[in-house]
């Protein structure tokens, strides 16, 4: 069997958009079928929640449909740029801080936005952080979410180039 592409989803805390894209993404790989082909994980630019659980808020947005997932929040460090293929920023300052962590071009191109893979982005670059939201907001982000793991899962298996 070929290695697993291994893709790693990266927010600000590691307890909202990335842990829910994680979960996801594996939820819909194994779907599909191809669940074996994925090594997926999550981590957070900040060390603000380190060990803990996945928001509450989101995951009861999650239950609501069905969805129930759990995780312990984790920050990333410089050697996920080498040991993942694929490094999935939510918004552009997660971008920006993975870049400042990148020392070569190689880890540079792992990099992409989140939203580049969701079809019905329309111009907007950000999965936004929902924080000091309410519950719409909430479910607003698990369909982007939901969305853009599906567009993503659809470009990897349609073996196609990185978007820009
Ligand atoms: P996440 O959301 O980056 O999607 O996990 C946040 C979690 C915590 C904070 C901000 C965003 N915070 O300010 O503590």
Known sequence: MSTPTRILFVCLGNIIRSPLSE?????????????EKYEVDSAGTSAYHI??????????????R???????ARQVKASDLDAFDLVIAMDMENMNNLLRLARTEEQRA???LMRSFDPEADGAVAVPDPWYDGPQDFETVYDIVD??????????????SAPE
């Open 51 to 64: 060990g803990e659980l996945p928001d509450e808020r989101m995951r009861r947005t999650a239950k609501r």
């Open 110 to 112: 792992k990099v992409h």
């Open 23 to 35: 979960k996801l993404f594996e939820h819909v790989a194994n779907e599909a079928g191809v669940g």
């Open 147 to 160: 969305r853009s793991v599906r567009g993503l899962l659809r470009w990897l298996e349609a073996g196609a």
């Open 66 to 72: 069905g969805f129930v997932y759990g995780g312990s």
